[in-house]
């Protein structure tokens, strides 16, 4: 195993350990998500500063609504996950059902693409392929046993489609940073996680399927 892999090894391992801790304590969940929500943001803010650099605009009304939205995206995020928990109402199934089908969308897209490759799917993101896209359809399905249990009022059919929905909406926002960090010419928002990247590289889709797919499964409650 390469130094690359185990850094990616150790840091995936700590992260699943904090994802276990966030929904077993309170006071855990409250501290790491403003952390989260606050670092990602920082990260946002300095990616979109580099593309105004390299392009050299001057557009101070771009910019700013660039920041603002942002911050007003996190903190809508960060309300939603408090909410949840704090009130312990099924608020917090919808969240974490978003995370789960969010999270088998991106394994799907990385396992599926690596093994079967194929055409590109855009040139934003060249990694990015059909079958990987088809991958993570596919993988975020797997997903819907967990979702019937918790949602038995949700017709089936109704289920798969908010499913697809939420997945979709997951390799949207993986898309909308890939063609940030593309215009801003680097690889990682930062290099704050050994072997992952920054914050935002590892839940760039999810900042965007949370709120999707809590307000979707919030409508047909």
Not at 93 to 98: K, L
Not at 121 to 136: A, E, F, H, R, V
Not at 155 to 166: E, G
Not at 169 to 194: C, E, H, M, N, W
Request: glycine share 6%; with cysteine; aromatic share 14%.
């Amino acid at each position: 195993m390469n130094k690359e892999l185990q850094k990616r090894f150790l840091t995936s391992f700590f992260l699943l350990s904090l994802l276990y801790l966030m929904f077993s304590y309170t006071y855990i969940l409250i501290i790491t998500v403003i952390l989260i929500a606050l670092i990602s943001w920082i990260e946002f803010y300095a990616l979109i500063s580099k593309i105004f650099k390299k392009e050299n605009k001057k557009n101070k009304i771009f910019r700013f609504f660039y920041k603002f939205i942002s911050l007003l995206y996190l903190s809508i995020l960060v309300y939603l996950i408090l909410v949840a928990k704090l009130d312990k109402t099924q608020s917090e199934i919808f969240i974490i059902c978003s995370i789960l089908i969010s999270i088998m969308s991106d394994t799907g897209g990385l396992v599926v693409g690596r093994i079967f490759k194929g055409k590109k799917l855009t040139n934003i993101s060249p990694k990015k392929t059909i079958s990987g896209s088809i991958g993570s359809f596919v993988f975020s399905i797997s997903s819907i046993p967990f979702i019937v249990q918790y949602l038995p009022y949700i017709n089936l059919v109704l289920i798969i489609i908010i499913t697809l929905v939420i997945s979709l909406t997951t390799q949207i926002g993986d898309l909308f940073i890939s063609y940030l960090k593309r215009k801003a010419k680097v690889k990682d928002t930062s290099d704050l996680l050994p072997g992952h990247g920054g914050v935002l590289d590892r839940i760039d889709g999810i900042i965007f399927s949370i709120p999707v797919g809590f307000l979707i499964l919030n409508y047909f409650k």
